[in-house]
């Protein structure tokens, strides 16, 4: 059976693989398709929640651990945690199943309405969730109806479901690999730099997925201060931003203020915001902002909307968030810091840093960051997987640094770093959690390593 379209899902056999979020989304709306669903899991635990879900709740509709697709399968769904070379996915591929992501599918879905949602997109390594949060709350001052979807938790296929008429939508690179087709309306690339390796083997890879945003966008929205989102839009027409002055056909910073030289006025310029407008502050986030304007402004979003958003935007958790103050000494939680590229941004917009770092760095390497940021660090704790690859680079890059680091691996580490940290600090001194690496070899995920680091700054006696 050649499925290629909602009209070709009643009666299909589609596996989906995960029973997640992503996962659980998708197999709800594809037995409410009428399809034939069978969902699969390494846990048999999250299979159980799915227990009750009308299509769900016969015997063989719940398998765990499937290394290949049932006899019969037409269409593979995956989550977007799935590599390509998952046993399940390198055996679709040789049995001929297609396989497609969940955003693809909801994708096939909107397009099936009468009227399908404006689909503006947000990838790239860093300032992800922050563009996508700036982006719905412009679109909302704008009296919109849109929603924030994808990556950030809320699935694509629910906001579709929902009947929203523009969707803020992050996607990851895992996402893009699976849904590498989307024709949105428009779409930007913020950054590229090395994540994710281990995922997709290498950095072009990683690049080509993220580029692939692209493809079909009506307009390309390109960061003209990064080499990867200007490389990647090549061919594809649209707009650029810049946190430098803009020229015509750009969206950038005079003074201190946001201008608009792209829509409308181009020679003057129309003024969208006040960088104190941005929060939370620095380059990085004038950047976001300016993608998110640029985004909105693409669907007609006049001006005064976008300086009533980005004041209305409340930033997200863990991402260079104050936990507490004691003798001169401030610590802040940006937990959210998983790749050396947001440690970087995170480390030079502060001076005097004792760094904490370290955890799952996914293949890539630090060096280009210590050396970046070396003259702001008066010290470092290191925990985590690669705490000791973080060491090595210390050493070669700042032998003089004074550097501790903490094998453990139990839940009392985060109070042994604190700790170590408050030795190291001086008066005027920040101590600052920016792992450059993935939580998931010591906490469920970045939010509950700032949580732990939160705690025990508090536990630590520091107000």
């Not at 590599?83 to 693809?104: E, K, S």
């Not at 009468?114 to 790239?124: D, H, N, Q, R």
């Not at 479901?161 to 990851?172: F, P, Q």
């Not at 005027?428 to 906490?443: N, T, W």
């Amino acid at each position: 059976m050649n499925v290629r379209g909602v009209a070709d899902l009643a009666g299909a056999h589609v596996l989906v693989a995960g029973a997640r979020v992503t996962g659980a989304s998708a197999a709800r709306v594809l037995a409410a398709l009428g399809a034939e669903v069978t969902v699969t899991d390494s846990s048999p635990n999250q299979l159980q929640t799915l227990a009750g879900i009308s299509g769900l709740d016969g015997a063989g509709r719940r398998l765990a651990g499937l290394v290949a697709p049932p006899p019969g399968t037409d269409l593979v769904v995956t989550s977007p945690g799935f590599r390509p070379d998952a046993p399940l996915m390198v055996a679709a591929q040789r049995a001929g199943v297609p396989v497609i992501g969940d955003v693809t599918l909801a994708r096939w879905i909107d397009w099936a309405r009468s009227s399908p949602a404006e689909w503006l997109v947000v990838t790239g390594t860093n300032g992800k969730t922050t563009t996508v949060g700036m982006l719905e709350s412009i679109l909302h001052a704008a009296g919109v109806d849109a929603v924030a979807c994808g990556n950030i938790g809320f699935p694509v296929l629910d906001a579709v479901r929902a009947g929203h008429r523009v969707l803020a939508v992050e996607l990851s690179s895992f996402q893009l690999h699976w849904s590498p087709e989307l024709n949105p309306r428009a779409a930007t690339v913020l950054n590229v730099s090395a994540d994710h390796l281990d995922w997709h083997g290498s950095l072009a890879g990683y690049a080509e997925a993220k580029g692939s945003v692209y493809a079909g966008a009506s307009t390309a929205v390109v960061n003209a201060d990064d080499e990867w989102s200007t490389r990647l839009a090549a061919g594809h027409r649209g707009v650029e931003f810049t946190t430098s002055e803009p020229g015509v056909g750009q969206l950038g910073v005079i003074g201190d203020q946001l201008v608009d030289r792209a829509f409308g006025n181009d020679r003057a310029g129309t003024v969208l915001a006040q960088i104190t407008d941005v929060r939370p502050a620095g380059p990085h986030n004038l950047s976001n902002a300016l993608a998110a304007a640029a985004l909105a402004r693409c669907v007609g979003i006049a001006a005064p909307a976008v300086v009533q958003g980005l004041r209305a935007f409340t930033p997200g958790g863990h991402r260079g968030v104050p936990v507490g103050e004691n003798a001169g000494v401030c610590y802040l939680d940006d937990s959210k810091a998983t790749n050396p590229h947001a440690a970087r941004a995170s480390l030079l917009a502060r001076h005097r840093v004792v760094w904490v770092a370290g955890g799952l760095l996914k293949g890539v390497e630090v060096d280009e960051l210590i050396i970046d940021t070396r003259d702001r660090l008066v010290g470092a704790v290191l925990l985590g997987t690669d705490r000791m690859v973080i060491s090595a680079a210390l050493a070669r890059h700042a032998p003089n640094l004074p550097v501790r680091v903490v094998d453990s691996g139990d839940d009392g580490a985060m109070t042994e770093v604190v700790a170590a940290a408050a030795e190291l600090a001086r008066p005027g001194d920040v101590v600052l959690l920016a792992p450059a690496a993935a939580s998931m070899d010591m906490f469920t995920d970045y939010a509950h390593r700032g949580r732990m680091f939160a705690a025990a700054v508090a536990a630590l006696g520091v107000r």
